[in-house]
C-alpha cells in the first residue's frame, strides 16, 4: 500500500494519502490543488522530493514512519576531537578520511579541509569554527558503524 506525505511549500494543510494502488496515489496526488500535473509515479516521486520534509513517497506505512523519525532527527554537529579520534581508531590519513566522506577534489584540499575541522578553525565569513556538512556526517556516521566505534562517546 503505497503511501504519500505532502507538505506544500503553499500554506496549505499537510496531505497524508493511502491507496492500495500506485496508480491510485498518483490519481489522489494530482487531485490536490497544490500539486502540477505529475503525469507518472516517477514524476510524482520527484516533485515529493522537492517538498518540505518529510514529505514523500513511500511503499510501506513502517517506511513512511521511519522517514519521519529520521526528519524529527537532525544530523548532529561534531566536534572536531570527535572527528579526529574516529580518524585515527580508522588508521586513516586526513586525505584518505576526506576521501570516504567526499570531501574535497585533491589529496592536499582533503587534508586540509580535514584538519581545519579537526582543530575546529574558524571561517572567516561565517565567524564559526568549520565542522562537517550533514552528507558528511552521515557518511561518517556509516562508517564508524561499520568500523565499530561510537562517535559520541566521552572522551
Same mark, same amino acid.
Given at each position: 500500500? *503505497?503511501?504519500?506525505? =505532502?507538505?506544500?511549500?503553499?500554506?496549505?494543510?499537510?496531505? +497524508?494519502?493511502?491507496?492500495?494502488?500506485?496508480?491510485?496515489?498518483?490519481?489522489? +496526488?494530482?487531485?490536490?490543488?497544490?500539486?502540477?500535473?505529475?503525469?507518472?509515479?516517477?514524476?510524482?516521486?520527484?516533485?515529493?522530493?522537492?517538498? *518540505?520534509?518529510?514529505?514523500?513517497?513511500?511503499?510501506?506505512?513502517?517506511?513512511?514512519? $521511519?522517514?519521519? !523519525?529520521?526528519?524529527?532527527?537532525?544530523?548532529? +554537529?561534531?566536534?572536531?576531537?570527535? =572527528?579526529?579520534?574516529?580518524?585515527?581508531?580508522?588508521?586513516?590519513? !586526513?586525505?584518505?578520511?576526506? !576521501?570516504?566522506?567526499?570531501?574535497?577534489?585533491?589529496?592536499?584540499?582533503?587534508?586540509?579541509? =580535514?584538519?581545519? +575541522?579537526?582543530?575546529?578553525?574558524?571561517?572567516?565569513?561565517?565567524?564559526?569554527?568549520?565542522?562537517?556538512?550533514?552528507?558528511?556526517?552521515?557518511?561518517?556516521?556509516?562508517? $564508524?558503524?561499520?568500523?565499530?566505534?561510537?562517535?559520541?562517546?566521552?572522551?
Amino acid at each position: 500500500m *503505497p503511501i504519500a506525505i =505532502i507538505i506544500s511549500h503553499e500554506d496549505i494543510a499537510p496531505a +497524508i494519502l493511502q491507496e492500495d494502488k500506485a496508480a491510485d496515489l498518483l490519481k489522489a +496526488i494530482n487531485a490536490l490543488t497544490v500539486t502540477p500535473d505529475l503525469g507518472n509515479e516517477d514524476s510524482a516521486r520527484l516533485w515529493l522530493q522537492e517538498q *518540505p520534509a518529510p514529505s514523500g513517497w513511500f511503499n510501506t506505512l513502517e517506511e513512511a514512519q $521511519a522517514h519521519v !523519525r529520521r526528519c524529527h532527527n537532525p544530523v548532529p +554537529i561534531l566536534p572536531g576531537k570527535v =572527528i579526529q579520534r574516529t580518524r585515527e581508531a580508522m588508521g586513516m590519513t !586526513r586525505a584518505e578520511f576526506a !576521501r570516504a566522506l567526499g570531501i574535497g577534489k585533491t589529496d592536499k584540499n582533503r587534508h586540509t579541509e =580535514i584538519f581545519n +575541522i579537526e582543530i575546529e578553525k574558524i571561517n572567516k565569513s561565517s565567524g564559526r569554527p568549520r565542522v562537517l556538512n550533514p552528507k558528511a556526517t552521515e557518511r561518517l556516521m556509516a562508517l $564508524a558503524a561499520e568500523h565499530g566505534l561510537n562517535l559520541l562517546k566521552d572522551d
